[in-house]
């Protein structure tokens, strides 16, 4: 059977998603949980590597496994192995075929700021806090700047080891959200801290540390030094995924 | 000098805010750090207590000096040597004659509540789960008879030690805000466990437990037994604090 899990997991507590030697991962974490289900040892397969302390609100992953469970009885029985920092909230058979990185189609992030003098405990590890106000408006129109397909190289970290940094952003939006600000993205792909450098150049453009309408010269450069910081991760989360259709 | 401090706290971390033998508390670890800053132990009095786990977004204390120190440097002082859990964001000199706790006139609380078959990690510790859809309208129109003055004692834990129950209610309302549904009561007054057990309440009225329109006999009855469960401390936070007029 292959089995698609939809999960949410507080990054705060975890080298990322990925397996690595002496580290704590939530990959890790979840191939224990089903092993001790099912009574075998498989490879859960990832939509994305996260990098440490990112969060997700929407994960997917899938793995095969010899033994056939109902889907209720795994979300049950995966929550109760598991960690409270990751919650397993459904569970799908899907064919064999399925992979969630390869049939993966589009994903949208969300970078969340709070703002404010002091810091807020509850938002500790779960936002990017800026001491100084935000221009919601602006930086929502100055995302737009992100739409469509461009070579993303100036918003990609030094070092990463993809063929072609060109990606195609459907969609990019800042707004209020309770007591944060968020800046939500979709796109067929993202590189390596590609969101947390986006979120930072938007919040140079309201701080006025980089020239409103600046971001196509800044895509057309290509150049990193241009672009704003990179953001910490404690304010990402993958929020949604979506898959090719037909594949699942 | 007299420092009133507005605090936020998230308490899970804390076995409440008063300072007990053998547990961490808030007050303790302000006083701490009041200690730190001033070089002067004293003592820091609360607005009120909190139990353990209960969290604040705005809690007042106050504590008297001898030195004398600049609000903002009070505020980035106490945060420097406070840890995250808790955060210090107002800071005003009040009459030498105000006491926290004293001067109260009237507090509102929250009571948090999340919908969902699983768990959510963002949320855990932080507000209670309901593993069923709960019914938000009837529960605010339900919650309109706390309003006025009564005899609490129906909402309040065995073993408390106050000469009166009866306490007046001015607005009680229940919402729903981003991933949570919120009760909200201010009152001049809260008996041990009071809201704790009005949230119970409530929910057994939207789970059909207690009948729809039941609240006033609870109250005339003064019978423990009669109200709902007490919910956990994790969904309690202490929202707003008001002080008599003339006091500060």
Known sequence: MNYLLTMMFDGSYFHGWQTQKNADSVQSNVQNAVAKLFGERVHVQGCSRTDAGVHARCFKANFHTQKEMAPETVIGGLNFYLREAISVYDCQIVPETFNARFDCERKQYHYEFYTGRERNPFLAHRAAQVKHSLDVDLMNEQ?????????????????????????????????????????????????????????????YISEGKIPVGEIPAILASKDRTLAGKTMPPDGLYLNQVWFKEGTM
């Not at 990606?167 to 800046?183: E, G, M, P, Q, Y």
Request: glycine letters at 6%; proline letters at 0%; hydrophobic letters at 50%.
């Open 143 to 203: 995302a737009k700047y992100y739409i469509g397909t461009h070579d993303f190289s100036a918003f990609c970290a030094a070092g990463s080891s993809v063929i072609s940094n060109v990606r195609t952003v459907k969609a990019a939006d800042v707004f209020s959200l309770d007591d944060r600000i968020v800046f939500s993205v979709e796109a067929d792909g993202f590189l390596y801290n590609m969101v947390r450098i986006m979120a930072g150049t938007l919040l």
